[in-house]
C-alpha cells in the first residue's frame, strides 16, 4: 500500500507544492489548472436551444462564475501536442476547491470510478527499458488517497470496468486490445484486489444464438458494454445479442437477458425491438448502478419507446415525447433518474434531458452541447459523450466538444438550475464523494 494523503494535499493547494511522492505530484498543464484562471476572461458559453422543436417547452439554467460542488473529479488528458497527438496525463479535481492534482504523466489506456463511488482505478502504460515491451499497471485508489497498485498479469486484456463489491473487469487475451475490433465476444477475467488479489473468475462469453461477423462485413451490435455483451454489476444476468431464425444471408438481431451462472435464458426482446445485423448503431442498454434493472430506447418511424427492464425479466414501456439519443446516457448514483441528450435536428448538437425513473416524465434543459466537429467523431462517434453524475446525484458534468483542439467541461447544477465552465480540454471519467478530513 501507499499513501498519497490528497486531502492534506488540497488544503494545501493554494501553497507550494508538495514534495514529490510515487506517483509524482507533477505541475498541471495550463489548460487543467483552474487555480490559475478560475474562469475565462471571455467563458465560452454552450448552445443556448430555445424550445426544441417538437418538445413542449425546455427549463432555462443560469452562467454563472462558480458552483459550490463536493468530491473527487477523475479527469484524462484530451490535449494535443505539436505533433496533433493526444498528450498521456491523468488527474483529480478537488471540487469544493478546484484544486487539480496530477495522478500520472503516463498513458492512460482505461479509468472508471466503482459503482458505489468509493474508489477509482486507471490501467496505466510505464516506462519501457530499451528493447522490452511496455509494462502495464493496475492503479486501485480511494478519495483518501489510499493506493494499490497491482502489475498486470499474463493474460490481462483491455481493462473494461468494476462490478459490484470491489470487481475488477478485463478482457481476456488472446482477444483484446486490437484483436478485440472482431466485435465478438470474449472471456472475461473478474479480480477482486481489494481482498488480496486472490479470488479470480472467469467468464465464458459463449451464447445461444449470439450472432457472429460474416463476410459481408456485419458486426454485431457494440455497446457499452463488455465486449458485446452488458453484465449488471453482480454479475447475475447479462444481455447479449440475439439472432433470430430466419435466413442466414440476412441475419435479424434482437436482444436477450440471461440468468447466470447458468446461462439460463429468462427472455428475449423481439416483441420490441429487432434490427437486421450489420447497423452501425444499436441501442444501447445500461444496468442501474445497484443492477435491479436496465433500461433502453427504441426509435421506430421516427417514434420513440423507452423500455424498463427489472431482473425477473418483467417490463414497463413509455413513449418518449421527445426522443433522445439511444446510446450515451446514464444513471445517477440514487437510481432515480436517467440523464440523456435529445438531438437538435440538422445539427450536430444535443440538449440535456433528465427522465425521472419513478415518474416516467422528463425534464428539457435549454442547454446544448455540440459533439458532431471533435475529435471523436472522426473515429465514428456520433453522439454526445453520456454525463456524469455527482455522488450525490444532484449535478452533472457534461463534454461539449465543438472543435478538434477545444474540449470543455460544464458543471450543471440541476437543482439550482445553473452552469459554469469547469475545465478544458480533459475527459471525465468519474465522480467520488469528498475525501475525508
Partial sequence: MKYLFWPFFFILSACAPLAPTNPPMMPVPSATNLAAWSMPTHP?????VATPPGAEGCLSLSPVEQIASQGLLLLENQELGDDGRLLSGFFAMEMSTKAVQTLTNNIVVGSAASPDHLHFA?????????????????????????????????????FLGWGANGAIVFSMFPQSLA??????????????????NQIKKILTNSFERYPTGDELGQIVPWWRGWNGTSYNTSFDRVITPYQLPGEDKIKIVTYAMWKMPGKTLMRSFEDVYASPLGMNHYPDPVWSPDGSQF??????????????????????SFVVKQPVFEQEFSWSPNGKMVAAFSPLAGKSTGYLSVLNIETKTWQNFCFGVTYGDSISYEYGKSEPFAPIWSPDSSQLIVVDWPKKDNLRLFLIDLPHRSFSLLAENVLPTGWLPAPSR
Fill in 44 to 48: 465560452a458559453k454552450p448552445t443556448a
Fill in 122 to 158: 486507471y490501467f496505466e502504460v510505464l516506462p519501457a527499458s530499451s528493447g522490452m515491451s511496455a509494462p502495464r499497471a493496475l492503479v486501485i485508489a480511494d478519495a483518501n488517497g489510499t493506493v494499490q497498485t497491482i502489475s498486470e498479469e499474463p493474460g490481462w486484456g483491455r
Fill in 179 to 196: 484483436q478485440d475490433t472482431s466485435r465478438e465476444p470474449v472471456n472475461l477475467l473478474i479480480l477482486y484486489p481489494l481482498e488480496n
Fill in 295 to 316: 433500461i433502453f430506447f427504441v426509435t421506430q418511424r421516427q417514434e420513440q419507446d423507452a423500455f424498463l427492464v427489472q431482473k425477473d425479466g418483467s417490463m414497463t
